[in-house]
């Protein structure tokens, strides 16, 4: 008998040696819900934990050390970008997707900067998830199309400074360029500077589209 249960458990090990074990951080409970739901129907897929808060994904990941895991972008304590930094301090070779709603290039080039093997939408057909589960557990990066592109258009796009960001976060916020030099205590002549080069890198021509252009591709969420 006790024979018989040492095989059973040895069974079961190498079973769960088969599976991709996969952490789920993601802070709305429905979709978290419905991701472990449909991961647990395929075969060869197992999760073994689950949160909805930035920080305690890092130490969940410490303490299952997952072969894969699935990341959001926004959650409290910490966010999934400083998240996944932190993981990945503690092994570089951490597998990581992010999975948000947020498509902008700056959200998907943080991401990627920060070590995810993939970036996904969470309105990605679940045959493309899991598609994509299976090639970063096999050591591959998994990058749709669409996703690509974003992220070549990022990386071709000049930077903006941090002075810059600041001034676009303001002029996002409605203000004119004298209240924002007093807010920065810069003067009135730097902001307009500051402005034009804003409008030149972002290729717009009114404080409209530049607020436009910097909400698509996600600079006023950082």
């Given at each position: 008998m006790i024979k018989v249960k040492?095989?059973?458990?040895?069974?079961?090990?190498?079973?769960?040696?088969?599976?991709?074990?996969?952490?789920?951080a993601e802070d709305h409970t429905v979709v978290r819900d419905g991701l472990v739901a449909i991961v647990k129907q395929e075969k060869d897929m197992e999760v073994v934990a689950e949160t909805g808060d930035g920080r305690q994904a890092v130490e969940l990941w410490k303490q299952h050390r997952p072969?894969?895991?699935?990341?959001d972008l926004r959650m409290p304590s910490l966010d999934g970008v400083n998240a996944i930094y932190e993981i990945r301090a503690a092994d570089p070779n951490a597998r990581i997707i992010v999975l948000t709603t947020f498509d902008g290039d700056e959200d998907i080039y943080r991401g990627m900067r920060a070590g995810a093997k993939s970036y996904?939408?969470?309105?990605?057909?679940?045959?493309e998830l899991f598609q994509c589960i299976r090639e970063v557990h096999a050591g591959r990066m998994?990058?749709?199309?669409?996703?690509?592109?974003?992220?070549a258009e990022r990386l071709i796009a000049e930077e903006l400074t941090p002075r810059e960001l600041e001034?676009?976060?303001?002029?996002?916020?409605?203000?004119?360029?004298?209240?924002?030099g007093a807010d920065l205590a810069i003067t009135e002549v730097t902001v307009k500077s500051h402005v034009q080069s804003v409008?030149?890198?972002?290729?717009?021509?009114?404080?409209t589209e530049a607020i436009v252009v910097a909400n698509r591709k996600g600079l006023?969420?950082?």
């Open positions: 040492k095989n059973d458990e040895k069974r079961r090990a190498a079973a769960s040696d088969d599976h991709i074990r996969i952490l789920i072969d894969v895991t699935l990341m996904l939408l969470k309105d990605v057909r679940r045959e998994f990058v749709p199309p669409a996703v690509a592109a974003k992220l001034v676009l976060r303001l002029v996002a916020e409605g203000k004119p360029n004298k209240l924002i409008f030149r890198k972002l290729n717009v021509l009114s404080r006023l969420r950082l």
